[in-house]
Protein backbone atom coordinates (compact mmCIF):
# COMPACT_ATOMS: atom_id res chain seq x y z
CA UNK A 1 0.00 0.00 0.00
CA UNK A 2 2.90 2.42 1.11
CA UNK A 3 3.81 2.62 -2.96
CA UNK A 4 0.48 3.28 -3.98
CA UNK A 5 0.73 6.38 -1.39
CA UNK A 6 3.91 7.35 -2.78
CA UNK A 7 2.96 7.75 -5.76
CA UNK A 8 0.03 9.96 -4.86
CA UNK A 9 2.66 12.31 -3.59
CA UNK A 10 5.41 12.36 -6.53
CA UNK A 11 2.13 12.87 -8.89
CA UNK A 12 0.37 15.61 -6.78
CA UNK A 13 3.74 17.01 -6.36
CA UNK A 14 4.14 17.27 -10.32
CA UNK A 15 0.51 18.52 -10.46
CA UNK A 16 -0.50 15.61 -12.19
CA UNK A 17 -4.16 14.28 -11.93
CA UNK A 18 -4.82 11.10 -10.27
CA UNK A 19 -7.69 9.51 -8.23
CA UNK A 20 -7.19 7.02 -5.83
CA UNK A 21 -10.38 4.76 -4.30
CA UNK A 22 -12.15 1.94 -2.67
CA UNK A 23 -14.97 0.22 -3.78
CA UNK A 24 -18.16 -0.48 -1.05
CA UNK A 25 -16.53 -3.18 1.42
CA UNK A 26 -13.23 -3.90 -0.56
CA UNK A 27 -10.09 -4.22 0.87
CA UNK A 28 -8.43 -3.12 -2.34
CA UNK A 29 -7.20 0.80 -3.61
CA UNK A 30 -7.44 1.22 -7.08
CA UNK A 31 -5.71 4.19 -8.94
CA UNK A 32 -5.50 6.11 -11.85
CA UNK A 33 -2.73 8.18 -12.26
CA UNK A 34 -2.31 10.37 -15.36
CA UNK A 35 0.81 10.82 -17.26
CA UNK A 36 -0.04 14.26 -18.44
CA UNK A 37 -2.20 17.15 -17.24
CA UNK A 38 -4.85 17.56 -19.93
CA UNK A 39 -8.33 18.21 -18.51
CA UNK A 40 -10.40 15.45 -20.85
CA UNK A 41 -14.48 16.08 -21.66
CA UNK A 42 -16.40 12.48 -21.11
CA UNK A 43 -18.04 11.14 -23.88
CA UNK A 44 -18.09 7.86 -22.88
CA UNK A 45 -14.73 6.34 -23.27
CA UNK A 46 -13.35 4.37 -20.38
CA UNK A 47 -11.59 5.29 -17.16
CA UNK A 48 -12.64 7.06 -14.18
CA UNK A 49 -15.47 9.78 -14.38
CA UNK A 50 -15.78 12.91 -12.26
CA UNK A 51 -18.85 14.71 -13.36
CA UNK A 52 -20.56 17.77 -11.83
CA UNK A 53 -23.86 18.56 -10.57
CA UNK A 54 -25.75 20.79 -13.45
CA UNK A 55 -22.98 21.60 -15.64
CA UNK A 56 -22.97 19.26 -18.74
CA UNK A 57 -19.26 19.35 -19.33
CA UNK A 58 -18.60 16.11 -17.39
CA UNK A 59 -14.35 14.54 -17.22
CA UNK A 60 -12.55 11.71 -17.60
CA UNK A 61 -9.35 10.13 -16.37
CA UNK A 62 -9.06 7.71 -19.68
CA UNK A 63 -7.48 4.27 -19.61
CA UNK A 64 -5.97 5.64 -22.91
CA UNK A 65 -3.64 8.79 -20.73
CA UNK A 66 -3.58 6.47 -17.51
CA UNK A 67 -1.42 3.89 -15.50
CA UNK A 68 -3.80 2.02 -13.22
CA UNK A 69 -2.74 0.49 -9.97
CA UNK A 70 -3.93 -1.75 -7.18
CA UNK A 71 -2.96 -2.00 -3.58
CA UNK A 72 -4.62 -4.26 -0.39
CA UNK A 73 -5.79 -1.65 2.31
CA UNK A 74 -3.59 -2.53 5.32
CA UNK A 75 -5.07 -1.50 8.71
CA UNK A 76 -3.76 1.75 10.45
CA UNK A 77 -4.51 2.81 13.63
CA UNK A 78 -7.46 4.83 13.63
CA UNK A 79 -7.67 7.52 16.00
CA UNK A 80 -9.89 9.85 16.51
CA UNK A 81 -10.34 13.28 15.32
CA UNK A 82 -9.25 15.92 17.52
CA UNK A 83 -10.62 18.36 15.29
CA UNK A 84 -13.26 20.76 16.79
CA UNK A 85 -15.71 22.79 14.96
CA UNK A 86 -17.14 26.38 16.31
CA UNK A 87 -20.73 26.32 16.65
CA UNK A 88 -22.60 27.12 13.26
CA UNK A 89 -22.84 30.64 13.27
CA UNK A 90 -27.06 31.61 13.94
CA UNK A 91 -27.05 33.59 10.82
CA UNK A 92 -25.92 30.41 8.77
CA UNK A 93 -28.75 28.57 10.39
CA UNK A 94 -31.14 31.03 9.77
CA UNK A 95 -30.09 31.25 6.02
CA UNK A 96 -30.69 27.55 5.78
CA UNK A 97 -33.92 27.39 7.58
CA UNK A 98 -34.84 30.28 5.70
CA UNK A 99 -34.43 28.35 1.72
CA UNK A 100 -36.12 25.16 3.20
CA UNK A 101 -39.01 27.88 4.23
CA UNK A 102 -38.65 29.25 0.53
CA UNK A 103 -38.66 25.48 -0.44
CA UNK A 104 -41.98 24.47 1.38
CA UNK A 105 -43.64 27.56 -0.21
CA UNK A 106 -42.32 26.67 -3.86
CA UNK A 107 -43.56 22.90 -2.71
CA UNK A 108 -47.52 23.93 -1.52
CA UNK A 109 -47.77 26.39 -4.47
CA UNK A 110 -47.34 23.29 -7.04
CA UNK A 111 -44.29 24.16 -8.82
CA UNK A 112 -42.72 20.65 -7.69
CA UNK A 113 -43.44 18.18 -5.23
CA UNK A 114 -39.77 17.33 -3.79
CA UNK A 115 -36.64 19.82 -4.00
CA UNK A 116 -33.30 18.46 -2.42
CA UNK A 117 -31.29 22.28 -0.93
CA UNK A 118 -27.73 22.10 0.44
CA UNK A 119 -25.08 24.55 1.73
CA UNK A 120 -21.18 25.09 1.54
CA UNK A 121 -19.49 24.87 4.98
CA UNK A 122 -15.79 26.58 4.85
CA UNK A 123 -13.49 25.49 7.12
CA UNK A 124 -9.85 27.46 7.37
CA UNK A 125 -7.76 24.25 8.47
CA UNK A 126 -4.90 22.58 6.33
CA UNK A 127 -5.25 19.40 6.05
CA UNK A 128 -2.79 16.47 5.55
CA UNK A 129 -4.84 14.55 2.59
CA UNK A 130 -3.47 11.79 2.22
CA UNK A 131 -3.59 11.02 5.92
CA UNK A 132 -7.44 12.42 6.12
CA UNK A 133 -7.91 9.67 3.09
CA UNK A 134 -6.77 6.91 4.85
CA UNK A 135 -9.05 7.32 8.67
CA UNK A 136 -12.10 7.62 5.75
CA UNK A 137 -10.69 4.34 3.91
CA UNK A 138 -10.82 3.00 7.33
CA UNK A 139 -13.99 4.13 8.91
CA UNK A 140 -16.26 4.58 6.58
CA UNK A 141 -15.81 0.54 5.19
CA UNK A 142 -19.28 0.50 3.38
CA UNK A 143 -18.55 3.85 1.33
CA UNK A 144 -17.73 4.02 -2.22
CA UNK A 145 -14.54 6.53 -0.68
CA UNK A 146 -12.39 8.34 -2.81
CA UNK A 147 -9.63 11.12 -3.25
CA UNK A 148 -9.58 12.79 -6.86
CA UNK A 149 -7.29 15.77 -7.86
CA UNK A 150 -7.04 17.76 -10.97
CA UNK A 151 -5.04 20.59 -11.57
CA UNK A 152 -7.69 22.46 -13.09
CA UNK A 153 -10.48 21.50 -11.00
CA UNK A 154 -8.86 20.91 -7.48
CA UNK A 155 -8.69 18.15 -4.98
CA UNK A 156 -12.01 16.44 -3.63
CA UNK A 157 -12.34 13.42 -0.99
CA UNK A 158 -15.56 11.58 0.00
CA UNK A 159 -17.40 8.77 1.48
CA UNK A 160 -20.72 8.13 -0.47
CA UNK A 161 -23.16 5.86 0.40
CA UNK A 162 -25.21 6.22 -2.38
CA UNK A 163 -24.52 3.98 -5.78
CA UNK A 164 -26.03 5.95 -8.86
CA UNK A 165 -25.68 2.91 -11.63
CA UNK A 166 -23.45 -0.41 -12.11
CA UNK A 167 -23.54 -1.93 -15.18
CA UNK A 168 -22.63 -5.31 -15.34
CA UNK A 169 -23.05 -6.92 -19.02
CA UNK A 170 -26.39 -5.81 -20.02
CA UNK A 171 -27.56 -6.01 -16.14
CA UNK A 172 -28.15 -2.78 -14.38
CA UNK A 173 -28.53 -1.83 -10.33
CA UNK A 174 -29.13 1.24 -8.88
CA UNK A 175 -30.84 2.65 -5.71
CA UNK A 176 -33.57 4.77 -4.58
CA UNK A 177 -31.71 6.46 -1.23
CA UNK A 178 -33.67 9.25 0.89
CA UNK A 179 -34.39 9.96 4.26
CA UNK A 180 -32.17 10.62 6.72
CA UNK A 181 -31.97 10.16 10.47
CA UNK A 182 -29.40 9.54 13.20
CA UNK A 183 -29.21 5.28 13.57
CA UNK A 184 -30.25 3.28 16.22
CA UNK A 185 -31.91 -0.28 16.40
CA UNK A 186 -35.09 0.94 16.91
CA UNK A 187 -35.75 3.58 14.31
CA UNK A 188 -38.91 4.46 12.97
CA UNK A 189 -39.32 6.01 9.59
CA UNK A 190 -41.52 9.10 9.32
CA UNK A 191 -44.26 9.58 6.77
CA UNK A 192 -42.38 12.35 5.53
CA UNK A 193 -39.52 10.58 4.95
CA UNK A 194 -40.89 7.30 3.74
CA UNK A 195 -42.66 9.80 0.47
CA UNK A 196 -39.49 11.93 0.00
CA UNK A 197 -37.45 8.16 -0.76
CA UNK A 198 -40.95 6.51 -2.89
CA UNK A 199 -40.51 9.73 -4.85
CA UNK A 200 -36.84 8.58 -5.93
CA UNK A 201 -38.01 5.18 -6.76
CA UNK A 202 -40.45 6.24 -8.89
CA UNK A 203 -38.63 8.70 -10.80
CA UNK A 204 -35.64 5.72 -11.07
CA UNK A 205 -38.64 3.40 -12.53
CA UNK A 206 -39.96 5.94 -14.64
CA UNK A 207 -37.02 6.79 -16.32
CA UNK A 208 -35.34 3.29 -16.50
CA UNK A 209 -38.27 1.78 -18.37
CA UNK A 210 -37.50 2.88 -22.17
CA UNK A 211 -34.18 1.24 -21.68
CA UNK A 212 -34.74 -1.92 -20.05
CA UNK A 213 -36.73 -5.52 -20.30
CA UNK A 214 -38.00 -6.30 -16.75
CA UNK A 215 -37.57 -4.41 -13.35
CA UNK A 216 -37.04 -5.88 -10.02
CA UNK A 217 -37.43 -3.67 -7.12
CA UNK A 218 -36.95 -4.63 -3.58
CA UNK A 219 -38.57 -3.73 -0.28
CA UNK A 220 -37.09 -0.49 0.90
CA UNK A 221 -35.00 -1.23 3.67
CA UNK A 222 -33.12 0.59 6.42
CA UNK A 223 -29.25 1.26 5.36
CA UNK A 224 -26.64 2.42 7.73
CA UNK A 225 -24.30 4.95 6.39
CA UNK A 226 -21.62 5.77 9.66
CA UNK A 227 -23.58 7.20 11.97
CA UNK A 228 -27.02 8.01 10.33
CA UNK A 229 -29.46 6.17 8.64
CA UNK A 230 -31.15 6.12 4.97
CA UNK A 231 -34.34 4.20 3.77
CA UNK A 232 -32.63 2.22 0.34
CA UNK A 233 -34.42 0.56 -2.74
CA UNK A 234 -32.13 -2.09 -4.45
CA UNK A 235 -33.51 -1.89 -8.47
CA UNK A 236 -32.46 -3.95 -10.83
CA UNK A 237 -32.96 -4.57 -14.66
CA UNK A 238 -31.46 -5.93 -17.79
CA UNK A 239 -30.85 -3.22 -20.68
CA UNK A 240 -32.56 -3.82 -24.04
CA UNK A 241 -28.84 -2.68 -25.33
CA UNK A 242 -25.58 -2.08 -23.64
CA UNK A 243 -25.08 0.98 -26.40
CA UNK A 244 -27.91 2.73 -24.54
CA UNK A 245 -25.58 3.09 -21.19
CA UNK A 246 -25.20 6.56 -21.50
CA UNK A 247 -27.89 8.01 -22.82
CA UNK A 248 -29.59 6.21 -19.24
CA UNK A 249 -26.92 7.72 -17.26
CA UNK A 250 -27.79 11.30 -18.37
CA UNK A 251 -31.43 10.53 -18.32
CA UNK A 252 -30.95 9.69 -14.33
CA UNK A 253 -28.63 12.13 -13.13
CA UNK A 254 -29.17 14.03 -10.89
CA UNK A 255 -32.11 12.01 -9.26
CA UNK A 256 -34.61 13.65 -6.77
CA UNK A 257 -32.12 12.04 -4.09
CA UNK A 258 -30.05 15.26 -5.17
CA UNK A 259 -32.68 17.18 -6.81
CA UNK A 260 -35.89 17.09 -6.81
CA UNK A 261 -38.89 16.36 -8.49
CA UNK A 262 -39.76 16.90 -11.17
CA UNK A 263 -36.37 17.42 -11.96
CA UNK A 264 -36.08 20.70 -14.56
CA UNK A 265 -38.48 22.46 -11.81
CA UNK A 266 -36.56 21.73 -9.05
CA UNK A 267 -33.23 22.04 -10.72
CA UNK A 268 -34.25 25.64 -11.63
CA UNK A 269 -35.45 26.82 -8.20
CA UNK A 270 -31.83 24.93 -7.25
CA UNK A 271 -29.94 27.24 -9.22
CA UNK A 272 -31.24 29.81 -8.43
CA UNK A 273 -32.74 30.00 -4.71
CA UNK A 274 -29.13 27.79 -3.02
CA UNK A 275 -26.80 31.07 -4.04
CA UNK A 276 -23.52 29.03 -4.77
CA UNK A 277 -21.98 26.73 -6.76
CA UNK A 278 -22.44 23.19 -5.79
CA UNK A 279 -19.66 22.34 -8.51
CA UNK A 280 -18.60 18.47 -8.23
CA UNK A 281 -20.96 17.90 -4.88
CA UNK A 282 -23.83 15.74 -6.31
CA UNK A 283 -22.26 15.10 -9.29
CA UNK A 284 -21.46 11.52 -9.92
CA UNK A 285 -18.32 9.76 -9.82
CA UNK A 286 -16.86 5.96 -10.60
CA UNK A 287 -15.67 3.85 -12.90
CA UNK A 288 -16.81 4.27 -16.64
CA UNK A 289 -16.40 1.19 -18.97
CA UNK A 290 -13.76 -0.89 -17.61
CA UNK A 291 -13.64 -4.57 -18.20
CA UNK A 292 -17.22 -4.54 -19.26
CA UNK A 293 -18.14 -3.00 -15.67
CA UNK A 294 -19.45 0.41 -15.04
CA UNK A 295 -19.50 1.60 -11.59
CA UNK A 296 -20.68 5.19 -10.83
CA UNK A 297 -21.86 6.74 -7.58
CA UNK A 298 -23.08 9.91 -6.30
CA UNK A 299 -21.24 12.50 -4.92
CA UNK A 300 -22.39 13.03 -1.16
CA UNK A 301 -20.45 13.34 2.00
CA UNK A 302 -17.49 14.95 0.45
CA UNK A 303 -15.05 17.77 0.86
CA UNK A 304 -13.01 19.62 -1.28
CA UNK A 305 -9.63 20.42 -0.29
CA UNK A 306 -8.00 23.90 -0.70
CA UNK A 307 -4.21 24.69 0.77
CA UNK A 308 -6.02 26.34 3.70
CA UNK A 309 -9.52 25.43 3.58
CA UNK A 310 -11.86 22.97 3.01
CA UNK A 311 -15.17 23.01 1.75
CA UNK A 312 -18.31 20.35 2.99
CA UNK A 313 -21.18 20.13 0.97
CA UNK A 314 -24.21 18.84 2.78
CA UNK A 315 -27.69 18.55 1.79
CA UNK A 316 -31.00 17.35 2.75
CA UNK A 317 -35.07 16.61 0.91
CA UNK A 318 -38.18 19.28 1.01
CA UNK A 319 -41.19 18.03 0.58
CA UNK A 320 -44.43 19.38 1.77
CA UNK A 321 -44.00 18.30 5.60
CA UNK A 322 -40.03 19.39 5.71
CA UNK A 323 -39.87 21.37 9.05
CA UNK A 324 -37.01 23.88 8.75
CA UNK A 325 -34.93 23.30 11.80
CA UNK A 326 -35.08 19.90 11.55
CA UNK A 327 -34.04 20.21 8.13
CA UNK A 328 -30.99 22.20 9.35
CA UNK A 329 -29.74 19.76 11.84
CA UNK A 330 -29.78 16.84 9.70
CA UNK A 331 -27.08 18.70 7.69
CA UNK A 332 -25.53 19.12 10.86
CA UNK A 333 -25.57 15.24 11.48
CA UNK A 334 -23.98 14.85 7.90
CA UNK A 335 -21.50 17.42 8.66
CA UNK A 336 -20.18 15.15 11.37
CA UNK A 337 -19.21 12.48 8.30
CA UNK A 338 -16.71 14.52 7.32
CA UNK A 339 -15.72 15.90 10.38
CA UNK A 340 -14.87 13.19 12.27
CA UNK A 341 -12.68 11.83 10.04
CA UNK A 342 -10.15 15.43 9.39
CA UNK A 343 -6.77 15.31 10.93
C1 LIG B 1 -28.04 15.41 -0.25
C2 LIG B 1 -27.44 14.53 0.54
O1 LIG B 1 -27.88 13.25 0.73
C3 LIG B 1 -29.01 12.75 0.04
C4 LIG B 1 -30.25 13.19 0.68
C5 LIG B 1 -30.84 12.44 1.67
C6 LIG B 1 -32.04 12.98 2.42
O2 LIG B 1 -32.56 14.03 2.04
O3 LIG B 1 -32.46 12.39 3.42
C7 LIG B 1 -30.35 11.16 1.98
C8 LIG B 1 -29.37 10.60 1.25
C9 LIG B 1 -28.88 11.24 0.02
O4 LIG B 1 -29.60 10.78 -1.06
C10 LIG B 1 -26.15 14.86 1.23
O5 LIG B 1 -25.60 13.96 1.89
O6 LIG B 1 -25.67 15.99 1.12
Given at each position: ?54 NSEKYILSEKQCDFFEAIIKEKNNTDSTFEKEETDPLVKNDFEDLVKRSVDAILEGQ ?232
Amino acid sequence: MQGILDKIDTQYQSKLPFVIYAAPNSETLQAFFQRNAVLESFFGQSGFVFAPFSNSEKYILSEKQCDFFEAIIKEKNNTDSTFEKEETDPLVKNDFEDLVKRSVDAILEGQFQKVVVSRKVNLAVSINFKNTFLKLVMQYKTAFRYLFFHPEIGMWMGATPEQLLKIEGTTINTVALAGTQLYNDTLVWEAKEIQEQQFVTDFITNEIKPFVEEIKLSEPYTAKAGTLAHIKTNIEATLINRELAKELLYKMHPTPAVCGLPKKEAMEFVLKEEGYDRKFYSGFLGEWNRNETSNLFVNLRCMEIEEKQINLYVGCGITKDSIPEKEFYETENKLATMLKIIN
